[in-house]
């Protein structure tokens, strides 16, 4: 069982700056890939951010390219979200999210390759 517990939303202009941050239960951690996915008020849930396990490969949506860098710690068993230049459309609810079945070294894109989710936190970004 891995609980997942996200932090550091908030609300902020545009162009400002926050970084999320995902803790995670369980010994382990360092063997899944992590992801960030969000969902704004009537829209489906996005692939934002990934990471494999070792945090060599990350992957990216385009639409935050650039901006947002994903990260992690194995030792603290934390992944990060690192969102710059932040913009009104990125308004929406975080998740994170593991995949603790996979193990390959690449890490998904995909909602459904992940098995478990945290409880999310707001991001509002106003003009």
């Known amino acids: 069982q891995v609980q997942l517990v996200e932090s550091g939303g908030g609300l902020v202009q545009a162009g400002d700056s926050l970084r999320l941050s995902c803790a995670a239960s369980?010994?382990?951690?360092?063997?899944?890939?992590m992801g960030w996915f969000r969902q704004a008020p009537g829209k489906e849930r996005e692939f934002v951010a990934a990471?494999?396990?070792?945090?060599?490969?990350?992957y990216y949506a385009n639409s935050v390219k650039g901006r947002f860098t994903i990260s992690r710690d194995n030792a603290k068993n934390t992944v990060y979200l690192q969102m710059n230049s932040l913009k009104p459309e990125d308004t929406a609810v975080y998740y994170c999210?593991?995949?603790?079945?996979?193990?390959?070294?690449?890490?998904?894109?995909?909602?459904?390759?992940?098995?478990?989710w945290g409880q999310g936190t707001q991001v509002t970004v106003s003009s």
């Open positions: 990471i494999s396990w070792s945090g060599r490969r990350t």
């Open positions: 999210a593991a995949d603790s079945v996979s193990r390959t070294i690449t890490a998904g894109t995909r909602a459904a390759q992940y098995d478990y």
């Open positions: 369980g010994r382990t951690f360092s063997n899944y890939a």
